[in-house]
Antibody
């Protein structure tokens, strides 16, 4: 059974960098797109971007200037960094696996990240 | 980007009733459309992909239809565990985009 386990701080100060990691277990890491999605409290879902197992990336234009994603195949992990955060970045952040042609079939448990001093 | 619009925002249905949820794309999404179910405090769960294919383990009371710009999720005979928020999402083009969600309540 594929599992995605998220880790990272739940509180980030304004103007600093948000960093999260997702560890994949129980399945192959290769041949998939690994994605991050966020959900502000009480609101809908926003796709942030993906990192392919090879390291190639694509980001939502709305966040592109502040987002970096990377993979560490030796640890079956992928990561998200969002720079210069503000209160508007407060959200539950999810990692997920994208299956080409099938959507996002496995999700992490979610991490509430609050931006506050 | 492809803008996804869901209606209605809230749908009140009695247990055992039928729910019909709509999703419209601002431009063609072909059949590259997924539906997700989200319960409070939980991550979304994939229930339909390819507009009409049920994901693994999803009961047959869930069905999806449509293509191009008009899509429908139907839940026949609603069970208590089906009351949740449902999101559509297109994966025909980047960036991936979600609809605003439909809350199915009693």
């Amino acid at each position: 059974q594929v599992q995605l386990q998220q880790s990272g701080p739940g509180l980030v100060k304004p103007s600093e960098t948000l960093s999260l990691t997702c560890t994949v277990s129980g399945g192959s890491f290769t041949s998939y797109y690994w994605s991050w999605i966020r959900q502000p409290p009480g609101k809908g879902l926003e796709w942030i971007g993906y990192v392919y197992y090879s390291g190639s990336t694509d980001y939502n234009p709305s966040l592109k200037s502040r987002v970096t994603m990377s993979v560490d195949m030796s640890k079956n992990q992928f990561s998200l960094k969002v720079t210069s955060v503000t209160a508007a970045d407060t959200a539950v952040y999810y990692c997920a696996r994208i299956v080409r042609g099938e959507g996002m079939d496995y999700w992490g448990q979610g991490t509430l990240v609050t931006v506050s001093s | 980007e492809i803008v996804m619009t869901q209606s209605p925002a809230t749908l009140s249905v009695p247990p055992g009733g039928r729910a019909t949820l709509s999703c419209r794309a601002s431009q063609s999404a072909s059949s590259n459309l997924a539906w997700y179910q989200q319960k409070p405090g939980q991550a979304p769960r994939l229930i339909i992909y390819g507009a009409s294919t049920r994901a693994t383990g999803v009961p047959a009371r869930f069905s999806g239809s449509g293509s191009v710009t008009e899509f429908t999720l139907t839940i026949s005979s609603l069970q208590s565990e089906d009351f949740a928020v449902y999101y559509c999402q297109q994966y025909n083009d980047w960036p991936l985009t979600f609809g605003g969600g439909t809350k199915v309540e009693i």
